[in-house]
């Protein structure tokens, strides 16, 4: 594969703004479909970093299996969200979800079984990475070769990336987008212009407008190149935002700050869902049950959660520590995490710094809702229904000190079925699209439910094609 350069103009039926898995996507199929694609992507290196490259390749709506049946995914889609997700965008997601992993599979991209047993794990792009092994790891597996594949597709039908070209600026003429401007002053013309340059999730001003007054107390899980410029790009022409506050992301150890192989894994998330999760004043402030990503959007907003701790005893440790991909036990502590553990609830409180009064009642709190099966005793309130809350009680007891790992931001611009960008009155903004996580309303809302971001870059991807090639 050639290194291509930055295109110098030319005709173009429709400009997209990002080549990760949505515009790759888009501009293959916009190719396929007879329409000349000029895709402009701002990484300049071969090989250049996108949540897509970085990501676990696992395909899947929701947390279901992208070939499950698309009425009952679309409805758990509207559920999940509490009614967030409009219907019609739950279903067309729904419809186009195993006819989009079928396209895939004709690029030549495969796919196969994840490590975990489960209904939605049986989509990921091959070879897919082993979670044995810490730190982050991409190169040559499944996301970095289905965006080989992909760029070959597009090279085969005439057209290519354009490297090292950040688009800074959208043109209109009558109302219509028309075009872009790069942040070296070129001005390139279509009939369309598809953004997918990602979400918002490395840009601390946008994060302190929506997401939380402390966005420099995350941990970034992706590549950092998450700027908003789409969106700040769409938003100046009217667009409206929705489900802003909304991202996705887990718990990690606080040493992953500093400590590349703690992040993207492991996560606390499964060890504070069945223990508890307090703040620096040993008190709960979140409902555990709800799981990771909920968890990470409060401990992101919370004041007194740098750092927060999860805590849980010898039992947890053993069973839960040990369970999913890329087990907490052993591989925070192998990998140089910070693990307090004391034989008893005030000796763990001393060693973490927290207040051991505090800590005992938050603890027995918690274990008298466990004994009763009455968790409306607790404040804040914890749900018990996704994850199962297990008695603090078998010493040794543990305190991992934590911070928030953001992947990537669940809202952003509203698009209709199409991907066609509306504005604040729900109207089309002509000429212009979007795709992928720049894209909102599609997951988030109140319960911060993520649906899987490589399911909707690429359906939405493809659906913004087929709208300008059918226009
Ligand atoms: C560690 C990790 C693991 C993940 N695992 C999974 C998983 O297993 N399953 C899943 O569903 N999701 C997963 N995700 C999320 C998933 O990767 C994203 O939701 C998805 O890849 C988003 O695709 P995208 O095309 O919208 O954005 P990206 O892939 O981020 O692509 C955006 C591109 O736009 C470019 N760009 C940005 N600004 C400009 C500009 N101004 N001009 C030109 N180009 C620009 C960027 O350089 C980038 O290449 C994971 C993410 C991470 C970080």
């Keep these: 594969m050639s290194h291509s350069p930055a295109p110098e103009g030319g005709r173009a039926d429709v400009l997209i703004v990002g080549a990760g898995l949505a515009g790759l996507s888009a501009a293959v199929r916009a190719a396929e479909l007879g329409l000349v694609p000029l895709l402009l992507e701002a990484g300049a290196v071969q090989r250049y970093p996108s949540n897509t490259r970085y990501s676990g390749a696992v395909f899947h709506l929701g947390f279901r299996s992208m070939r499950d049946d698309p009425a009952e995914l679309a409805r758990w889609l509207v559920t999940a969200t509490d009614g967030f997700v409009r219907p019609e965008l739950a279903a067309v997601m729904a419809d186009n979800a195993g006819r989009s992993i079928n396209w895939l599979i004709g690029q030549g991209i495969e796919f196969g ?17 082993s979670h044995g092994r810490p730190g982050l790891r991409w190169e040559g ?21 354009g490297r090292g070209v950040r688009v800074a600026a959208l043109s209109f003429a009558d109302g219509r987008c028309c075009g872009v401007r790069t942040s070296d002053g070129r ?46 790009m769409a938003a100046e022409a009217g667009a409206e935002l929705i489900g802003m506050e909304a991202f996705y992301g887990h718990t990690l150890s606080a040493d992953a700050r500093h400590n590349d192989k703690l992040w993207p894994f492991p996560f606390l998330d499964f060890l504070a869902a069945s223990g508890v999760l307090v703040d620096r004043n040993a ?35 053993d069973e839960t520590g040990r369970l999913l991909f890329s087990p907490t036990n052993p591989n925070l502590v192998k990998h140089g995490g910070t693990l307090h553990r004391a034989d008893t609830l005030d000796e763990l409180a001393a060693a973490a710094g927290l207040s051991a009064q505090a800590l005992r009642q938050t603890v027995e709190q918690h274990n008298a809702a466990v004994a009763s099966g009455d968790f409306s005793i607790l404040t804040p309130l914890r749900t018990n229904a996704k994850n199962n809350a297990r008695s603090v009680a078998t010493p040794p007891f543990y305190a991992a000190p934590g911070c928030v790992g953001i992947t990537h931001t669940m809202g952003g ?39 899987g971001g490589l399911a909707q870059a690429l359906i939405f991807g493809l659906l913004a094609a087929e709208a300008i090639a059918a226009a």
């Design 141 to 161: 597996l499944g996301a970095d070769r289905m965006l080989d594949s992909l760029e070959e597709a597009l090279e085969r039908r005439g057209a290519r990336i």
């Design 187 to 232: 001005e390139m013309r279509a009939r369309a212009v598809i953004l997918a340059n990602g979400g918002f999730e490395s840009n601390d001003e946008l994060l302190r407008r929506y997401v939380t007054a402390f966005p420099e107390r995350m941990r970034q899980r992706g590549p950092g190149i998450g700027r908003g410029d789409g969106l700040i």
């Design 113 to 129: 079984r994840g490590e975990t047993n489960d209904g939605w794990h049986d989509l990921v792009a091959m070879p897919r990475g």
């Design 283 to 317: 008190a709960r402030f979140t409902d555990e049950g709800k799981g990771g990503v909920p968890m990470a959007n409060a401990v992101a907003r919370h004041p007194e959660a740098d750092p927060f701790f999860a805590v849980f005893d010898a039992a947890i440790w």
């Design 413 to 451: 611009v509203r698009i209709d079925a199409q991907g066609r960008v509306l504005a604040k009155d729900g109207s089309v903004i002509p000429g212009l699209f979007a795709a992928g996580n720049i894209a909102g309303g599609l997951d988030g809302g109140p319960q911060a439910y993520y649906a």
